[in-house]
């Protein structure tokens, strides 16, 4: 029993193997010169198979101890097609990994799975982007079946020709080689993924991991703590957390029920508040802006309206994902660990937003977006915060595009340009909250209405990044021609950046987006200090010109309370920016102080990070805003 056990392990580990040597080769560039053991991958990515495969023997051991001879034939026939899909279901992800590393630069994790909920979209994307890989992978599948089926038919029959009792009887020592497996540790704490983190390379560290295992990993993490265990990134009494927090962030809060709220006067009062619009933008990075740094000649309409607005030239990120960018931009929230805000349990109601906010002074409040809301429970959670209604694609009549993820970006301006004509001509203030969708894969638009950009797909990034900016450049043409210009305040700002690459255990450059604030007697302005997407909200409530009284985790860059520092969580780590120190906490790891050195043009892909001295006090707010952000959203103290 042992022999055909070990065999299945031996399989199991040399199919990971294979992964992670292609991986190894295929990335080798981005990691040859980086100083690191890197050929220590291969130690460390041994004790990450060594857990997988330990785990998915487990189920054969048990069967093969205790199951009575005469019921040989359906034991036999149970593992045959129990290990038959565990096979295909490793070959599946080892080849899935590698586009999935190409989009994401990490190990398939939490998104993977999560994405399998909206089967339309992800489909549209995987035929449109993927279909050699697909037939690849499912020829490999057939190819294992054939032999398996061939030469592994009655494979465990033999076992039970042992007898029962000494069957039995091997089951605790065998087990135990395999407890001893999944923990792959003598200390007082299994291993887990964390180990595979040995290096400041984060390549290095990708491949070490177990695409498997990661993916289990996450999907037990945010099952069971809904969005990760916060003690593996450290411990810190929630006073100190809280007190640390308030201190960077320049935050002076005595309110009991929502532990950041406090009133912010306006610089701009007014008897006549303005309307705001916020145009959020799907993966709209700063590469891709000139007026923000970036490549010249992709975003004309942008850069043309930068010059009559405030432009933010250092603005980051909260995160990588929409909803990360949406809570940012919605209700000034940093990014909480694990799961985003917009799907979790206990930020589905009572959670401050702009709606909560501005409901008190009569406005009215919507989101408008050229998708199904349902997707990442955007309709449930800006529903249950306060919006007083939602716009999405069902509502959009005789839309000149679809795509995949929804009506064009073109067809979303029009559609809100005549809501917002509807309101003004009430007298009806009213909040909006946009979000653009055609700059996503498979990149479907309606490429005649732009100038395509030479020597690039048609279907790329980049040309949706144009025609997105076209939409752009058509709404406040449309806006401009209507009295209700004079009267908002418009912020355009991305959710993120398009995709987060680079070598740096957390890429800060690729965190970089951009953003401006204009409209109807906003002076121009070029802001090029640190800013986050919290700050750039509470900016534009500010020039709405009410006193508003708000938890919004940052300030308007006219308050001399503004902070230089922004907060990124990326994965599992976090990475906390202050001036030119960037410090990164990560579960299970001692946080590191790194220095950081702007790209000189968007161009530059180079390491950006360099390791430094321990700045503990740094390090010590860092994990603070983990503790805190973590203990806010679970005692539902953000309202």
Same mark, same amino acid.
């Given at each position: ?85 565990? *096979? ?71 076992? *039970?020709?042992? &007898? ?48 498997? &295992?990661?993916?289990?990993?996450? =999907?037990? +993490? ?12 450290? #411990? ?13 962030? /320049? ?18 009062? /007014? ?9 959020? $933008?799907?993966? *709209?990075?700063? $590469? ?67 709606? /909560? ?15 199904? +809301? ?58 909006? =909250?946009?979000?653009s969708q055609s700059n996503h894969s498979p990149f479907e638009f309606p490429c005649e209405k732009i100038e395509l950009l030479k020597d690039v797909p048609q279907n790329s990034v980049k040309n949706a990044v144009k025609y997105a900016d076209h939409a752009i450049g058509r709404f406040f043409e449309l806006a401009k021609k209507e009295s209700y210009y004079k009267d908002t305040v418009f912020v355009v700002i991305a959710d993120h950046n398009v995709r987060v690459y680079g070598d740096d255990m957390v890429p800060v450059n690729m965190f970089h987006i951009p953003g401006i604030i204009l409209g109807g007697g906003i $002076?121009?302005?070029?802001?090029? #200090? ?35 520092? /922004? ?5 599992? +780590? ?14 299970? $790891? ?9 790209? #000189? ?39």
């Amino acid at each position: 029993m042992l022999k055909k056990l070990f065999k299945y392990y031996l399989l199991l580990i040399t199919i990971f193997f294979i992964g992670r040597l292609f991986l190894f080769v295929l990335y080798f560039d981005n990691f040859k010169n980086s100083g690191v053991d890197y050929w220590l991958t291969f130690i460390y990515g041994l004790r990450m198979d060594t857990i997988t495969a330990s785990i998915l023997l487990v189920i054969p051991l048990t069967i093969l101890s205790f199951t009575p001879v005469k019921f040989k034939d359906i034991a036999n026939g149970f593992l045959k097609y129990y290990l038959l899909v565990i *096979f295909s279901l490793v070959i599946y992800i080892e080849n899935a990994t590698f586009p999935f590393v190409a989009q994401y630069d990490v190990r398939p994790n939490y998104l993977f799975v999560e994405y399998l909920i909206y089967p339309k979209e992800v489909f549209a994307m995987i035929f449109a982007d993927y279909k050699a890989e697909l037939l690849i992978t499912f020829m490999m599948i057939g190819v294992f079946i054939y032999f398996y089926q061939k030469h592994a038919k009655d494979d465990f029959l033999n076992v *039970f020709e042992t &007898h029962y009792i000494k069957r039995a009887a091997m089951f605790l020592p065998i087990l135990a080689l395999l407890f001893m497996g999944v923990r792959s540790s003598f200390g007082h704490r299994g291993a887990n993924i964390s180990d595979a983190m040995f290096s400041t390379n984060r390549m290095v560290n990708e491949i070490t991991k177990n695409s498997l &295992h990661s993916i289990g990993y996450a =999907i037990y +993490s945010n099952a069971v703590h809904e969005g990760g265990e916060v003690k593996q990134y450290g #411990k810190m009494d929630i006073k100190e957390a809280l007190a640390r927090v308030k201190k960077r962030l /320049s935050i002076e809060s005595d309110d009991k029920k929502s532990i950041f709220s406090r009133i912010e006067k306006s610089h701009f009062k /007014s008897d006549k508040p303005k309307n705001l619009v916020i145009f959020v $933008q799907e993966s *709209f990075g700063y $590469q891709f802006v000139h007026a923000a740094g970036g490549e010249d000649g992709i975003t004309p309409n942008f850069n043309r309206l930068s010059k009559e607005a405030i432009l933010f030239k250092d603005l980051y990120s909260n995160g990588t994902r929409s909803v990360r960018g949406l809570a940012a931009v919605s209700a000034g929230n940093l990014a909480v660990p694990g799961v985003g805000v917009v799907k979790r349990n206990k930020s589905q109601k009572d959670f401050f937003t702009i709606a /909560s906010a501005l409901k008190p002074f009569g406005y009215h409040t919507s989101f408008i977006y050229g998708g199904e +809301s349902r997707f990442d429970n955007m309709r449930g959670w800006y529903s249950g915060n306060g919006f007083d209604e939602i716009i999405d694609q069902p509502k959009f009549e005789n839309p000149t595009f679809v795509a995949p993820w929804g009506v064009c970006d073109e067809d979303l301006v029009v559609k809100a340009n005549e809501e917002f004509k509807k309101l003004h001509a009430k007298g009806q203030k009213f909040a909006t =909250i946009m979000f653009s969708q055609s700059n996503h894969s498979p990149f479907e638009f309606p490429c005649e209405k732009i100038e395509l950009l030479k020597d690039v797909p048609q279907n790329s990034v980049k040309n949706a990044v144009k025609y997105a900016d076209h939409a752009i450049g058509r709404f406040f043409e449309l806006a401009k021609k209507e009295s209700y210009y004079k009267d908002t305040v418009f912020v355009v700002i991305a959710d993120h950046n398009v995709r987060v690459y680079g070598d740096d255990m957390v890429p800060v450059n690729m965190f970089h987006i951009p953003g401006i604030i204009l409209g109807g007697g906003i $002076q121009p302005m070029i802001y090029d #200090k640190i800013a986050s997407q919290p700050d750039v909200l509470a900016t534009a409530l500010d020039l709405i010109g009410i006193d508003l009284k708000y938890p919004i985790m940052g300030h308007s860059i006219f308050s001399d309370k503004k902070q230089n520092i /922004s907060l990124m969580q990326f994965h599992s +780590s976090y990475a906390l920016r202050a001036d030119d120190k960037v410090v990164i906490v990560r579960p299970g $790891q001692k946080p590191l102080t790194f220095l950081y050195k702007d790209p #000189k043009t968007y161009l530059d892909k180079s390491n950006h990070l360099t390791l430094s001295d321990h700045d503990e006090k740094l390090e010590k707010d860092a994990l603070a805003f983990v503790v805190a952000l973590d203990y806010m959203y679970n005692k539902k103290l953000y309202r």
